[in-house]
């Protein structure tokens, strides 16, 4: 098969899987078109098998730990860590509208960095809504930061994206150093978004709430014990050269055992907590975009990623990174990207990162969980409207991502490479 053919055939492959993420239609996932779709650019020779199979291999030590942390999430909830987290920010809002945004910002922060954006959409943003309801606040500042800092605060931690991950199995950066080189870029960015939303939902939140009361319940501290531990135990383990997802399934049996004990869940749960046609979906994915970059993309795109590490070489490769996210899905740009700024240094692949983990929040089509967050809002009453999603995008993206390069930059030079 010609060059020529096999880029039109996997090109053309990979927007139908796109188009499909986009839609779902029928309420069917991902895979029903990305496994077949995967298989077309195997048998058609876009991509050879042994390739296919590497690729698969690459992206293995990322899916288990992505699916690890998944399962704990999972049974942090079962154990009533969210409830009590919706508990702590209804009493401690005290009826004030403001207030309770910053305690929105910092749990959702927080439960995207140790946790990972999935956590923040499919568990915490119910969570929020229902707190919102029950102070009689308006939802929608808190709904849309439920999407953006899923997004946002996902530089943090490699666990906290799939991006992440993949890049920090392939970069070969430390635990330590990657938490390190992001930690400021991750509060800047955050900063810049509260205050781009206090201004933007002004009048929501002047709106007023009430004070309800709210009856105190238990601080689910076992789940937060396992999940220090298991955080602690990722430092440990890069350390002495241990796969971290040996970490993560240890913290997830730990806390499987407590919940089973206790009939909080089942062992069908948990194992559909692991997400497993999400997984197969995101090799499904890793192929295809393989299939894409080999036959072209990666030469056509090798012009535009700059070699350097200055500041604006990183905020090139940032702003790059973001539209690329947006026109694609983050997923799938990562996938082409990482190759391309691994070459430059563990310096150009944590600019990239701000750029594809900032850079969905200007369109629903630039993350799978802001899709999800809005399939998971619209079910539940609260609406949300692409115009005004892309107005807040426009305001919060520039500035947080010039922030938090200029952040990363900083940090380089005081931390170093």
């Given at each position: 098969m010609s060059s020529s053919l096999a880029e039109a055939i996997s090109v053309a492959l990979l927007l139908v899987v796109l188009g499909w993420t986009v839609v779902?239609?029928?309420?069917?996932?991902?895979?029903?078109?990305?496994?077949?779709?995967?298989s077309v650019v195997i048998l058609t020779g876009a991509i050879p098998l042994s390739q296919a199979a590497a690729e698969a291999r690459r992206l293995g030590p990322a899916i288990v730990f992505l699916a690890a942390m998944l399962v704990l999430a999972r049974l942090c909830e079962a154990e009533g860590l969210?409830?009590?987290f919706g508990n702590w920010m209804a009493r401690a809002a005290a009826g004030q509208t403001r207030r309770l945004l910053v305690y929105v910002f910092v749990v959702a922060s927080a439960t995207t960095a140790v946790f990972s954006l999935d956590a923040t959409i499919v568990l915490l943003?119910?969570?929020?809504?229902?707190?919102?309801?029950?102070?009689?606040a308006r939802p929608k500042p808190y709904a849309?930061?439920?999407?953006?800092?899923?997004?946002?605060?996902?530089?943090?931690?490699?666990?906290?994206n799939l991006t992440n991950l993949l890049a920090f199995f392939e970069s070969g950066i430390s635990f330590v150093r990657f938490a390190a080189l992001m930690a400021l870029p991750w509060a800047v960015a955050i900063g810049a978004e509260y205050a781009v939303f206090s201004r933007f939902f002004a009048a929501d939140l002047d709106a007023g709430a009430r004070r309800a009361p709210v009856k105190p319940r238990g601080a689910a501290v076992f789940p937060l014990v396992v999940v220090a531990c298991t955080l602690a135990g990722f430092t440990g383990a890069n350390a002495l050269g241990i796969n971290p997802a040996w970490v993560a399934w240890a913290g997830a049996l730990v806390l499987a055992g407590r919940t089973l004990a206790k009939r909080l869940t089942t062992p069908f749960i948990i194992v559909r907590a692991a997400a497993l046609p999400f997984l197969a979906f995101v090799i499904s994915l890793g192929i295809i975009v393989r299939a894409v970059v080999d036959n072209g993309l990666a030469a056509a795109l090798s012009h535009l990623v700059p070699g350097?590490?200055?500041?604006?070489?990183?905020?090139?490769?940032?702003?790059?990174?973001?539209?690329?996210?947006?026109?694609?899905?983050?997923?799938?740009?990562?996938?082409v990207l990482l190759p391309l700024t691994l070459a430059a240094g563990p310096a150009a692949v944590l600019a990239m990162l701000i750029?594809?983990?900032?850079?969905?929040?200007?369109?629903?089509?630039?993350?799978?969980?802001?899709?999800?967050?809005?399939?998971i809002i619209s079910q539940r009453g609260s609406g949300v409207n692409l115009g005004e999603f892309t107005r807040l995008g426009l305001l919060t993206v520039p500035f947080a991502l010039l922030l938090a390069v200029l952040a990363l930059y900083i940090s380089l030079m005081i931390i170093g490479t």
């Open positions: 779902r239609p029928w309420g069917l996932p991902e895979l029903v078109v990305a496994l077949p779709a995967a969210f409830g009590a943003a119910p969570v929020v809504l229902a707190v919102s309801a029950q102070l009689a849309y930061a439920s999407a953006h800092l899923a997004n946002t605060a996902s530089l943090l931690l490699p666990v906290s350097g590490t200055g500041l604006l070489a990183l905020l090139a490769i940032a702003i790059l990174a973001a539209g690329l996210a947006n026109i694609i899905n983050n997923l799938p740009a990562v996938l750029g594809l983990n900032i850079g969905p929040n200007l369109t629903y089509t630039g993350s799978l969980a802001t899709m999800l967050w809005r399939r």
